[in-house]
């Protein structure tokens, strides 16, 4: 099942934050009811490329889990057909994400992307991020002037 990166922000803001397998399974559930191929692995590099892409990004939740995904800064969530139904059919734990928590973790992620582009010389990220820069100032009100001038000089 093809799904884009605003179609798992869609899923995630269903539930407002997930685990990668939960939201693998949730992609299964959907191809399940679509007659297609229902392996929660099978989703794993679309949802690496939407952390990239900042649709959606990673959270520490709490010391019994890990990691979980909340809509992040480049997203407009969009449900994918039939996804209205996974609340019903998904057991999810509820999370407690403070807002500020989500936004210290997306800038801290994102200074260690720009870093590691700027370092690489990887001139596609470096525009790439240039362009969350300024949606990451609006979402979260982060002050990304100095690194988005030092990704702007590299």
Known sequence: MDISADELAGIVDL???LSRAELGRACAE???????????AAYDDVIDAAVESYH???VDADEAEAEVLV??????PTLPDGAGDLPHIMDVPDRDLSRDRVVEAVERQFRADAAAAIDTGDEDR???LLDVSYDLDAWGAVDLGAARDRLDSA
């Open 56 to 58: 959606l990004v990673g």
């Open 126 to 128: 470096i525009a790439d």
């Open 15 to 17: 539930f407002d934050a």
């Open 71 to 76: 809509v992040g800064p480049t997203a407009f």
């Open 30 to 40: 959907l191809a399940f009811k679509r007659g297609e191929d229902t392996d929660p």
